[in-house]
């Protein structure tokens, strides 16, 4: 009971993350000739070296041994890791140095967990007029707290599957590696083209070449990579099509409301984050998140999706966040970057507006 009474909105894992990133964002513009390395685009290595760079580069490498393990696209675990390639986080630090005020990543989070106490504190009121008022008011607070606790638990069951894929990951190129060197691989990458049982006979059974037409493989690959996942699939395999009804009079985009509020900026659409970065203020728009997409939570004023609903990852973060979250069957392609938007969070409604 002491744990959830005590729990905060920052002992969410992913919203940790995304304080402690805002941490370093702060360290750098401490530092003038980190922050210049960094708008640069110099290595860690070279950062190090400049004034204030050791103590950024410290705190780096720290973030990187306790979040490193994490990936944009990480269930897929050929994607590279972190602490493979921080480029993104190096490049959510960058853009938070051009627009972002020192320690606002902090005085954001207070903000939400002082209005989720007052919330507590209105539904303690308004408990306490019903019947049996005195016992509903004891309730409510506790219910209150158990339930935040219990939503943020998704994260932490991402987290520890995290940490697994990635050990898998070692594990896969570690086996990689030695078909290379022993001349039966030409690339270590192509081992993703094997599945488990064929990369165990290519590793059991060294003197008998596994006959697979890897350049096959890789056609099929890129063609599935360009297919689109159905919104829903039933257990019986049927996909349903259909819109989704709504009594909403607008000329903008309908869709699911999973996080209140509303917010207004230019979109940023991207397809991957492994090579992208969002500016403060930006409404990010994306075919879906997953907490590889969390540092570019730093930086966005809004959420809108292809995929998901309630209890998806961005929408749980951008509740936990405070920002605005639609989900909307096709944003990606029916939004553009640059195009002013208003995310209404509250409607389900994307609306489109004049610069």
Do not use: C, F, Y
């Given at each position: 009971m002491c744990t959830i009474v005590e729990w905060e909105l920052r002992e969410n894992v992913t919203t940790a993350m995304m304080i402690e990133l805002g941490d370093i964002t702060d360290i750098t513009r401490d530092n003038p000739q980190v922050e210049r390395a960094l708008k640069e685009g110099r290595s860690l290595d070279e950062i190090r070296e400049v004034a204030g760079g050791e103590e950024f580069t410290t705190a780096f490498e720290n973030f990187l041994d306790e979040y490193g393990f994490r990936a944009p696209a990480e269930i897929e675990f050929s994607h590279p890791r972190y602490h493979e390639d921080p480029s993104?986080?190096?490049g959510t630090v960058r853009a938070k140095l051009e627009t972002g005020e020192p320690g606002d990543h902090r005085t954001?989070?207070?903000r939400l967990e002082t209005e989720a106490e007052r919330a507590i504190t209105r539904l303690e009121r308004q408990a306490s007029r019903e019947r049996f008022g005195s016992i509903r008011r004891r309730l409510v607070r506790p219910f209150a707290l158990r339930y935040r606790s219990y939503l943020s638990m998704r994260e932490v069951t991402k987290y520890a599957l995290s940490q697994l894929l990635d050990e898998t990951r070692r594990q896969v190129l570690a086996a990689g590696e030695k078909l290379e060197r022993d001349g039966r691989l030409e690339d270590v990458n192509d081992v993703w083209l094997y599945d488990f049982d064929e990369l165990l006979s290519e590793l059991s059974n060294p003197d008998t070449p596994t006959d697979i037409d890897l350049d096959t493989r890789r056609a099929e690959q890129f063609h599935h990579q360009q297919l689109r996942a159905p919104r829903v699939i039933t257990s019986d395999g049927e996909i349903p099509r259909g819109?989704?009804?709504?009594?909403?009079?607008?000329?903008?985009?309908?869709?699911i409301p999973t996080a209140s509020g509303v917010?207004?900026?230019q979109a940023r659409v991207i397809?991957?984050?492994?090579?992208a970065t969002l500016e403060t203020g930006e409404i990010l728009v994306a075919p879906h998140t997953d907490p590889?997409?969390?540092?570019l939570f730093l930086n966005a004023a809004g959420l809108?999706?292809?995929n998901g609903g309630k209890m998806t990852h961005g929408s749980i973060v951008a509740r936990e966040y405070g920002i605005p979250s639609v989900v909307v069957a096709g944003a990606t392609k029916q939004i553009e970057t640059?195009?002013?938007?208003?995310?209404d969070g509250n409607r389900g409604v994307v609306e489109m507006l004049k610069d």
């Open positions: 993104p986080l190096l954001h989070v207070e819109g989704i009804a709504s009594d909403v009079d607008t000329d903008g985009l309908v869709g917010a207004e900026g397809e991957e984050p492994s090579d590889g997409w969390t540092p809108v999706t292809n640059g195009q002013r938007i208003r995310v």
